[in-house]
C-alpha cells in the first residue's frame, strides 16, 4: 500500500486552524503522535475539547444529550452563553473543515476570492466528481473530461493551491466517498457543498450540506449558522439479512416521512439493530437521509466503525474513539423530537419511485403496482454505484448476484452500468475480481465520478420522450434527472435488487420468491446476495490522485479569462435601498414540486456552473407554470408576448422591473446548489413566496440577498394570479419573528393583503440590507 495514505491522505483532520486554533495539550499531542502545525495534514482531532463544550451544555441543560446535540452542540462558538432550543434559536457553530464538489467549487472559490482573504481559515478540499459525462467507460469517458474540462480544472487546482485549499484530481471518485475514506470520523462536524454531504454520518460524523456562501463563511473564519436541529431518533432492532441491505432502511424510512418529513431535524438511528450493519451501509442510510429533508443523519460509535477506521489507515483515531466512546453514543434517557421503530427481522427489500424518492413499495409488489399504474415492466437500464451505494461490501454483493446468473448461462437482459465511488475502491474491486464479473455479466464500468446520478449521462437506447423504466441504486430520482428524458421512470433501490433486475429484464421480479430460466432451460432461484464488508487483503488505494496545497501559496496566480463562457468572476449584488418593494411582476406562480433540478437543471448545464450570467440561462426551465400547464414557456406582461423563463427575467431586469416567483411546498427540495438562489439574484428577482421551503434553499436565497418568504395561511397561494403586482411592506422595521405584509394588485383593481412569514434572525436581516452574505463580509473587514 502507498505509503502517502497515512501521511498526506488518510489523515488530513484539522480542528481547524489560523485564529482559531484549539489549545492542545503537551500530553494529549503526543497520544496523537501528529504535529499540530498551520497546514499540517494529519492534525488530529480534539476530543478533550469537544467533551469539554459538552459537558458544559449538559450542565446548563440539566438533561441528557442525543448524540446530535453532542456533536451539534460541542461545536457552539460560545457553549456557555448560546441559547438552545430545538427547532427555534440558531446555534453560531465551529465546523472542522469544509469539501467541495468541482461543480459548486468554482462559485464557491470565485466568492472566497472576492472575499479578499489570503487563505482559508479551516482545512478544506476540492474534489473533482461532478464534470464526468457517461458516454463509453471510465478510461475514455475520463480522458474526455479533462480535455473539455481543462480550464475549470486548472482554475480549481490553481485556486486550492494559492488559498490553501487540498484538490482532488478528476478520477480520485465522488466527494462523499472520498470524505469517508479520508476525513469523516466520530464527533468530526464537516461541511460540504453537495446535499449528499451526510453520508458521513455512517462514520459517527455531523456532516451537513450547504450552499457555497455557508462554506465561503466557514472557510473565512467565521461562525457558521444553523437553526439549532430537532432531533428524530429511529430505533434500530432485529439484524439484517438475506435480501435485505442497509439501503432499505433508508428508503421505509422514506416512505415514512416523505421528501419533507425530516426538514429541520437530524435523524438519529440507535439501538440493537445498528450493530448488524455495516460502517459503508450506515453511511448509505445518511447519505439518502437528504431525500427527506433532514439537517443531516448520524449513527452511534461501535465496533464497525473502529474496523473501519483501522482498514482506511486511522487506527489512531480509532484508538482515541474508544477512550471517548462514552461521548459518541447517546446519553441513556435522552428524548427524541419523533420517534420511528424498525425491527430489522421484518424489514423487507424495497424499491422506490418513480419521479420521487419517498414513493416506497416493497419488491415483492412493485410488479403489480407498476401494471396496475401503467409505468414500464421493462428495465431497460439498470445502474449500479453512485455516492449512496459504491462500497466495497455494495459491489460484491453485487457481484454475487452476478455471479450466479453467469454460472447458469445468463447475462444482462438490460443495459447495466457501474459506478465505482472512488479510486481506492475501482481499484480494490479489480484486484478483487469483482469488476470482472460485473463486466462478464454486461456491465460497463463507468469513470469514478458521480455519472449518470447527476444527469451526466450521454444516454443512446431511447429518444427524449420515449416512456420507459430504468433501475438505479442512486439516491434521487426526480423526473429527467438523470437522463433528461422526462418520460423516464427511474427507480431507487439497492445495488444487489437493481443486478437481480436487470438480469431478469424486467421490474416484476422478485428474487425471493420468482425464477431465471438459465441457458440449459432449467429454473433456478438467486440466493441471497454475500459481500465481504471490507477487504481481507486491505484496500488498494491505486493511483495517488490528491494535491496537498504548498505551505505558501500567495504567489500562486489565479486567471479568469473575461472571454472565458465557463467562468466569470463576480460583482456585488446591490444593496437594499432602504425602501419596500413595490409593484413587483410574478414572474412565474409554480405549479407543484420544484426542487433544485427544476430551478437550476445540472447534465449539460454543469458545464456553466462557474459563469452565473451563462448558467443563469436554465433558471427555471423545468419549473410547471400554473397559468398554461406548461415547462419554459410564461408570458411577458410588458410585451403581451410568450418566451422561456429566463428570457423573460431578463426582459424585466433590463426595464428595471423588479419581480418575484410564487412556489408550492418544499420548494427547492434537492441539491444543495446554490445556483438556484444566485440565479434569480442575478436576473432580477428580489423575493420567494412559497408555502414552504426546503432548508438548503432558503439559506441560500437569505444568502444572496433574497427574500423568502411563506404564506401564513398556505391556501394564500390560490389568491395570486399571473398578471398580479406584488409590494412587500414592512421591510424597514424588518426583525426576527415579525411578519411582513404582501398587498397583491390584481388585474381587476382589487386587492389582497397576505401575511409574510419569515424566518430571518437579525444577521441574517443584515445580510439582505447589505445585498448579500458576502457583501456583508467585506463591511465587517
Known sequence: ?????????????????????????????????????????????NYEWLQSNVDIVRSRLNRPLTLSEKIVYGHLDNPENQEIDRGRTYLRLRPDRVAMQDATAQMAML??????????????????DHLIEAQTGGVADLARAKEVNEEVYNFLSSAGAKYGVGFWKPGSGIIHQIILENYAYPGVMLIGTDSHTPNGGGLGSICIGVGGADAVDVMAGIAWELKCPKVIGV??????????????????????????????????????????????????????????GATTSVFPYNH??????????????????????????????CEYDELIELNLDELKPHINGPFTPDLAHPVSKIGAVAEKNGWPLEVKVGLIGSCTNSSYEDMGRAASVAKQALDKGLKCKAHF???????????????????????????????????????????????????NTIVTSFNRNF?????????????????EIVTAMAIAGTLNFDPETDYLTAANGEKFMLEAPYGDELPAKDFDPGQ????????????IKVDVSPKSNRLQLLEPFDKWNGSDLEDMNVLIKVKGKCTTDHISAAGPWLKFRGHLDNISNNMLIGAVNSENEAINKLKNYLTGEYGGVPDVARHYKANGVSWVVVGDDNYGEGSSREHAALEPRHLGGRAIIVKSFARIHETNL?????LPLTFSNPSDYDKICPDDKISIRGLQTLTPGKPLTAVVKHGDGSEDTLVMLHSFNQTQIEWFQAGSALNRMKELQ
Open 1 to 45: 500500500m502507498a505509503t502517502y495514505c497515512l501521511t498526506v491522505a488518510r489523515l488530513q483532520l484539522a480542528l481547524g486552524h489560523g485564529a482559531r486554533r484549539l489549545h492542545v495539550s503537551a500530553a494529549y499531542r503526543a497520544k496523537a503522535k501528529v504535529s499540530m502545525s498551520r497546514f499540517e495534514p494529519t492534525s488530529f482531532v
Open 111 to 128: 466568492q472566497f476570492i472576492s472575499s479578499g482573504l489570503p487563505t482559508v481559515a479551516v482545512p478544506s478540499t476540492i474534489h473533482c
Open 235 to 292: 430505533k434500530l432492532t432485529g439484524t439484517l439479512s438475506g435480501w435485505t441491505s442497509p439501503k432499505d432502511v433508508i428508503l421505509k424510512v422514506a416512505g415514512i416521512l416523505t421528501v419533507k418529513g425530516g426538514t429541520g431535524a437530524i435523524v438519529e438511528y440507535h439501538g440493537p439493530g445498528v450493530d448488524s450493519i455495516s460502517c459503508t451501509g450506515m453511511a448509505t442510510i445518511c447519505n439518502m437521509g437528504a431525500e427527506i
Open 304 to 333: 464497525r466503525m473502529k474496523t473501519y477506521l483501522e482498514k482506511t489507515g486511522r487506527g489512531q483515531i480509532a484508538a482515541l474513539a474508544d477512550e471517548y466512546a462514552d461521548l459518541l453514543v447517546p446519553d441513556e434517557g
Open 417 to 467: 452500468t457501474v459506478t465505482p465511488g472512488s479510486e481506492q475502491i475501482r481499484a480494490t474491486i479489480e484486484r478483487d475480481g469483482y469488476s470482472k464479473i460485473l463486466s462478464d455479466v454486461g456491465g460497463v464500468v463507468l469513470s469514478n465520478a458521480c455519472g449518470p446520478c447527476i444527469g451526466q449521462w450521454d444516454r443512446q437506447d431511447v429518444k427524449k420522450g420515449e416512456k
Open 479 to 495: 423526473t429527467a434527472r438523470n437522463d433528461a428524458n422526462p418520460a423516464t421512470h427511474a427507480f431507487v433501490t439497492s445495488p
Open 544 to 555: 495517488d490522485t490528491y494535491q496537498h496545497p504548498p505551505p505558501d501559496g500567495s504567489s
Open 702 to 706: 437569505k444568502k444572496q440577498g433574497m
